[in-house]
């Protein structure tokens, strides 16, 4: 198989698959300014997106995670999973999900072979959850994360993004919930991607800041997050388990980026912060062959940056796949 790598060296096996813009929440920090989810009609088909997974996996991809928009908007979604599978040297495929269809798709997603869920819940108060996201939801939510536990869609990850005078009162309260469902509270630091500055400076809670919070009921007393790979740095917790804070924008985790992202059009993003670098759906719908689409993303990866820049992330969140 073969191995994928960038100009820094760094191995690139994980790909972020956006099946759809669209989502049934309306939260601030993900549409910004504007929502351009489009309509159904504009998502890629479950044969095109298949398509481009088995390129994608052909290239040493060995980890997707499906993501949105909401990807369970799409009533066709364990059947591109199931497709997915079926292609070697794919190790794991999960979804990032807003939690509202959960409840009642927990049992197809495990059957259809989704390893793991992570799921947004920002808030532990249904007011402050609706304010958040524009729906009367949380207990909806909720009752999605103990299907997912039922169904084995294990480990269960609950995200939150920490918004000052919003929600960072909450971070305790999400905690325990979390240890109370079986699942894993992990925080994360809002990016200005695609928002306002002025909002984004007002409303940014620091990872600094969220230790502080969570030390006591902490395991030990971290002066702060550890130095291990990945996004989510985890702490013990006093009572078992642990807890996950991502710092995306005060301890960035660029060194070690193993990802790359595909739009909810088809486009391929080299960065989170990054504009698309080359568009994989218009080449596949005009005939192009699998080698075609394989050489267009290893051009792509030459020119991975090697950090991200908040200062061109100008697309909202909504648009860029999570």
Same mark, same amino acid.
């Given at each position: 198989?073969?191995?994928?790598?960038?100009?820094?060296?760094?191995?690139? *096996?994980?790909?972020?698959? +956006?099946?759809?813009?669209?989502?049934?929440?309306?939260?601030?920090?993900?549409?910004?300014?504007?929502?351009?989810?489009?309509?159904?009609?504009?998502?890629?088909?479950?044969?095109?997106?298949?398509?481009?997974?088995?390129?994608?996996?052909?290239?040493?991809?060995?980890?997707?995670?499906?993501?949105?928009?909401?990807? $369970?908007?799409?009533?066709?979604?364990?059947?591109?999973? @199931?497709?997915? /599978?079926?292609?070697?040297?794919?190790?794991?495929?999960?979804?990032?999900? *807003?939690?509202?269809?959960?409840?009642?798709?927990?049992?197809?997603?495990?059957?259809?072979? =989704?390893?793991?869920?992570?799921? #947004?819940?920002?808030?532990?108060?249904?007011?402050?959850?609706?304010?958040?996201?524009?729906?009367?939801?949380?207990?909806? =939510?909720?009752?999605?994360?103990? &299907?997912?536990?039922?169904?084995?869609?294990?480990?269960?990850?609950? *995200?939150?993004?920490?918004?000052?005078?919003? *929600?960072?009162?909450?971070?305790? !309260?999400?905690?325990?919930?979390?240890?109370? &469902?079986? %699942?894993?509270? @992990?925080?994360?630091?809002?990016?200005? =991607?695609?928002?306002? +500055?002025?909002?984004?400076?007002?409303?940014?809670?620091?990872?600094?800041?969220? $230790?502080?919070?969570?030390?006591?009921?902490?395991?030990? #007393?971290?002066?702060?997050?550890?130095?291990?790979?990945?996004?989510? /740095?985890?702490?013990?917790?006093?009572?078992?388990?642990?807890?996950?804070?991502?710092?995306?924008?005060?301890?960035?985790?660029?060194?070690?980026? !193993?990802?790359? /992202?595909?739009?909810?059009?088809?486009?391929?993003?080299?960065?989170?912060? %990054?504009?698309?670098?080359?568009?994989?759906?218009?080449?596949?719908?005009?005939?192009?062959?699998?080698?075609?689409? &394989?050489?267009?993303? /290893?051009? #792509?990866?030459?020119?991975?940056?090697?950090?991200?820049?908040? +200062?061109?992330?100008?697309?909202?969140? #909504?648009? =860029?796949?999570?």
């Amino acid at each position: 198989m073969e191995i994928l790598t960038d100009p820094q060296g760094r191995r690139l *096996n994980s790909l972020r698959m +956006s099946v759809t813009g669209r989502c049934g929440m309306g939260c601030s920090y993900c549409n910004a300014e504007t929502d351009d989810g489009g309509d159904a009609s504009e998502d890629p088909s479950i044969a095109e997106l298949a398509r481009l997974g088995g390129v994608f996996i052909s290239l040493g991809i060995e980890r997707i995670r499906i993501t949105g928009g909401e990807p $369970l908007l799409r009533p066709d979604l364990p059947d591109l999973v @199931r497709r997915l /599978r079926a292609f070697p040297g794919l190790k794991e495929v999960a979804v990032t999900t *807003n939690g509202l269809m959960l409840e009642t798709r927990a049992l197809e997603l495990k059957e259809a072979g =989704v390893a793991r869920v992570n799921v #947004s819940i920002d808030s532990q108060d249904p007011a402050v959850f609706q304010k958040l996201t524009g729906v009367d939801g949380l207990a909806r =939510v909720k009752a999605g994360i103990t &299907a997912a536990r039922k169904a084995g869609l294990e480990p269960v990850r609950l *995200n939150m993004v920490v918004l000052r005078g919003v *929600n960072d009162g909450e971070l305790p !309260a999400l905690v325990e919930y979390a240890r109370e &469902a079986g %699942a894993t509270a @992990r925080f994360i630091e809002f990016m200005p =991607v695609g928002v306002d +500055s002025k909002k984004w400076r007002d409303s940014f809670v620091p990872a600094s800041e969220m $230790l502080d919070r969570l030390k006591p009921l902490l395991a030990g #007393s971290p002066s702060g997050l550890p130095d291990t790979p990945g996004p989510a /740095r985890y702490l013990p917790l006093a009572a078992g388990g642990g807890v996950g804070i991502i710092a995306g924008v005060s301890k960035p985790f660029c060194d070690e980026c !193993a990802r790359l /992202r595909l739009s909810p059009r088809g486009g391929l993003r080299l960065c989170l912060t %990054a504009d698309l670098d080359a568009d994989l759906l218009g080449p596949l719908r005009a005939g192009a062959d699998d080698a075609k689409l &394989a050489g267009l993303i /290893r051009e #792509s990866v030459k020119r991975k940056p090697a950090r991200g820049d908040y +200062s061109q992330a100008t697309k909202p969140m #909504s648009g =860029v796949g999570g």
